[in-house]
T-cell receptor, first 113, second 113 residues
Framework: AQSVTQPDIHITVSEGASLELRCNYS??????LFWYVQSPGQGLQLLLK??????LVQGIKGFEAEFKRSQSSFNLRKPSVHWSDAAEYFC???????????FGKGTRLSVIA | GAGVSQSPSNKVTEKGKDVELRCDPI?????LYWYRQSLGQGLEFLIY????????KSGLPSDRFSAERTGGSVSTLTIQRTQQEDSAVYLC???????????FGPGTRLTVT
């Protein structure tokens, strides 16, 4: 069965500190992986995606993620967090074609001064 | 360009009433998805349209839920005889046939009293 696990429900980091949000997936075929961000009262915005090729992908807002097939992981990173990064982050996996995405339950990021 | 739009943004209804939620996808996007986001539950897939047909309705939680799409564009999600457990944010997303990333609307917050 397809599934996505985000082990951290809530993470608090200091502004300027580095960030890593964990994501593990289970998928029977070649996975297409995504990270979305949701600010309060807003829809989901795509941060970055991995389809194939280079396993380190760059996204918007200074985020990057690394696909590790051996670990079934797709962790999101940012070297220096800004207060505006406080939001909910969702990892998702999909397959070939326009198939529905399977989402993790999300990680809420709080940023403190 | 214009993104995915949803209406209404908020809907409060009494238990037992029917509601209709509307989604306008990005122009030219042939795939359209409905998801439900409940507190602490992440995003749950409901139904997917390719053009006007729905090849995957597996996520609809009961026969009280239905959806249609006309003209390959606007979609309506209808919930009949609403129950309190239907309270959630209903998100719509669209994507191009040849691409895999889904673009989300701001959602409709449904509250059943």
């Amino acid at each position: 069965a397809q599934s996505v696990t985000q082990p951290d429900i809530h993470i608090t980091v200091s502004e300027g500190a580095s960030l890593e949000l964990r994501c593990n997936y289970s998928y029977g075929a070649t996975p297409y992986l995504f990270w979305y961000v949701q600010s309060p009262g807003q829809g989901l915005q795509l941060l970055l995606k991995y389809f194939s090729g280079d396993t380190l992908v760059q996204g918007i807002k200074g985020f990057e993620a690394e696909f590790k097939r051996s670990q079934s992981s797709f962790n999101l990173r940012k070297p220096s967090v800004h207060w505006s990064d406080a939001a909910e982050y969702f990892c998702a996996v999909g397959g070939r074609g326009n198939t529905p995405l399977v989402f993790g339950k999300g990680t809420r990021l709080s940023v403190i001064a | 360009g214009a993104g995915v739009s949803q209406s209404p943004s908020n809907k409060v209804t009494e238990k037992g009433k029917d509601v209709e939620l509307r989604c306008d996808p990005i122009s030219g996007h042939t795939a359209l998805y409905w998801y439900r986001q409940s507190l602490g539950q992440g995003l749950e897939f409901l139904i997917y349209f390719q053009g006007n047909s729905a090849p995957d309705k597996s996520g609809l939680p009961s026969d009280r839920f239905s959806a249609e799409r006309t003209g390959g564009s606007v979609s309506t999600l209808t919930i009949q005889r609403t129950q309190q457990e239907d309270s959630a944010v209903y998100l719509c997303a669209s994507s191009l046939v040849s691409l895999y990333e889904q673009y989300f609307g701001p959602g409709t917050r449904l509250t059943v009293t």
